[in-house]
């Protein structure tokens, strides 16, 4: 009798235990990688578009400049003068915050969950880590500064209200605009190059039937972006546009 109510008092207590509770969808890992890739392809849907408009600078002044108007008068008559640009500013704000809050999250929760340094480490796993953590970086300080440069003409020291090709050549006229420009477009390129190819695997689009598809997709990309963005500051250093 002892016996059998000594089991009786322990055995339940291992059993009743009640199930820890789920995470909620950005709580878990998989809603958070979910938020970085929908998030990132909506930043890099805004970078084709973004480029497609620099290389009106080719077209003269004429055109780039009818092209800086209307960005502000786009959706009119239905929106009032420059809504549309707020919105999608907006929207790219919260992409950007939110790609950046959850690659640091991820990148948190991964260094907890592996305490102990690897003894020998994954080449490959390192450098795209290295090269999506620092990039990432990169381009945030780049954004700042290219705020302060070409749209609230802090930083440009011959900047002309209402002139965008102006102070795109008084920007490429300098070296230190090059450098920090190109530098940019390069960490843009590489970040293209892993991001579009994990959001794919992220959002089940991936596999090992497409993954030769996908990486050249993701390298085409990259490269086209690149070369679109750092022929701009090119043009200009060559004296193609002036």
């Not at 490959?124 to 945030?140: C, D, E, L």
Request: glycine share 8%.
């Amino acid at each position: 009798m002892a016996l059998a109510t000594r089991t009786q008092r322990t055995h339940p207590r291992g059993t009743d235990r009640k199930p820890s509770p789920q995470p909620s969808f950005w709580g878990s890992t998989v809603g958070k990688k979910t938020v970085m890739a929908v998030s990132g392809l909506i930043l890099l849907g805004y970078l084709v578009a973004h480029v497609m408009g620099n290389l009106k600078v080719f077209f003269g002044p004429d055109e780039f400049n009818a092209y800086g108007r209307w960005l502000r008068t786009m959706g009119d008559p239905v929106l009032h003068h420059e809504w549309a640009l707020w919105i999608v500013r907006a929207v790219l704000l919260t992409a950007v915050v939110a790609h950046g809050v959850s690659a640091y999250q991820l990148s948190r929760r991964g260094l907890k969950a592996r305490p102990a340094a690897y003894a020998h480490k994954r080449r490959r796993a390192s450098y795209a880590t290295r090269t999506m953590r620092w990039g990432g970086v990169i381009i945030a300080l780049f954004v700042v500064w290219h705020l302060l440069d070409l749209t609230t003409l802090t930083v440009n020291p011959n900047a002309e209200p209402g002139h965008p090709y102006e102070n795109v050549v008084a920007t490429f006229s300098t070296w230190y605009g090059n450098v920090v420009y190109i530098v940019a477009m390069l960490a843009v390129g590489l970040h293209v190059r892993h991001g579009f190819w994990a959001a794919a695997q992220t959002l089940g689009v991936g596999s090992a039937r497409r993954d030769r598809a996908l990486k050249a997709t993701a390298n085409t990309l990259a490269l086209a972006l690149t070369a679109g963005f750092v022929a701009v500051p090119v043009a200009v250093m060559t004296g193609v546009v002036s």
